[in-house]
């Protein structure tokens, strides 16, 4: 019988550098009242010149680690998701395993743009239960401040820097990753994409009405595998996007709106990143308990979707 995996524990950091609505104003011509009205962002984390996002990567590996007293001896593997990697090679994983001491074990890089948790999710679930590895370590970590263009209104108010780290382990109790589901679908990826050395360049509403869509069925279809209801669901951590796209997903899956975390105004979108720094939250927050049950949901270039079924 193949062993469980359990979500052992979430950290995350952002840059101490905040950019507001208002500092935005000053660039672009928005405003802080059509920024909010439209996304919900108030302000976000980017990183200064000469800051490295693997470096991001590794403070909140550290406090994971830390916080949950593991040693790094026993950490079997090292994946990164991230659309914004340092360089071409070597990957962020190497460069971000060999400033955590972790040199020796496998280490990668994979893109899935803000879908990158829940792809790692069910790369981490595949090596543990496949009984080829006991520990994997996922870093989400993003620098989408690098490639904005910061005259484009209608995307520069969008996006934010960040890191998430988890810690996946095999487990023979019932906290566990319940179902999981991943996919892509490159026929819309003239919506969302950035060209090498180019910047984001975004339909905004085609990408509306597809991620609408697509997260309400990933969501609908994992609960289900689960054996599970909506009802049974303690709290809805969503990529955070924007809040009408959160809004209008749960109103398809007629929850509550309440029952959807939401912390996109304090961060934008920081991609791959956002969903564990969006759990991490509701876990300072009390929204999260050991015992709940956790509905993933994301969506991204590419496209690429994904929803997991949690109890953590």
């Known amino acids: 019988m193949n062993p469980g995996v359990t979500l052992r524990g979430v950290r995350f950091a952002v840059p101490p550098k905040v950019l507001t609505n208002f500092d935005l104003e000053k660039i672009v011509d928005t405003t802080d009242e059509w920024i909010r009205t439209r996304t919900g962002i108030e302000e976000r984390h980017v990183l200064n010149a000469g800051e490295s996002s693997s470096d991001l990567g590794v ?45 020796g074990i496998p280490s990668f890089d994979f893109s899935a743009a803000c879908s990158g948790f829940l792809y790692g999710l069910n790369i981490a679930k595949g090596f543990i239960e496949s009984g080829q590895y006991k520990n994997v370590l996922l870093i989400c970590v993003e620098s989408l401040s690098k490639i904005v263009d910061w005259k484009d209104r209608s995307t520069c108010v969008l996006f934010g820097d960040g890191a998430g780290a988890a810690l996946l382990s095999a487990t023979g109790d019932d906290r566990r990753i319940r179902s999981i589901l991943i996919g892509a679908d490159g026929q819309y990826q003239e919506y969302l994409y950035v060209p090498l050395g180019g910047t984001i360049a975004m339909s905004g509403r085609d990408v509306f009405q597809v991620a609408c869509r697509k ?98």
């Open 215 to 312: 997260m309400t069925e990933a969501a609908q279809t994992v609960i289900e595998r689960a054996g599970l209801t909506m009802d049974d669901i303690s709290l809805v951590v969503p990529h955070q996007a924007n809040t009408r796209i959160i809004n209008q997903v749960a109103k398809l899956l007629r929850l509550p709106e309440e029952k959807m975390f939401v912390n996109i105004q304090r961060y934008g979108n920081t991609s791959a990143a956002s969903i564990p720094i969006a759990y991490r939250e509701a876990e300072l927050a009390g929204r999260i308990l050991p015992g709940d049950t956790i509905l993933f949901v994301a969506f991204g270039g590419g496209f690429t979707w994904g929803a997991a079924v949690v109890k953590v």
């Open 59 to 103: 403070q909140a590996a550290d406090e994971l680690l830390r916080d949950l007293a593991v040693d790094k001896s026993t950490i079997d593997a090292l994946i990164v998701a991230t659309a914004t990697p340092e360089m071409l090679f070597p990957s962020t994983a190497c460069i971000v395993a060999h400033k955590l001491g972790l040199g």
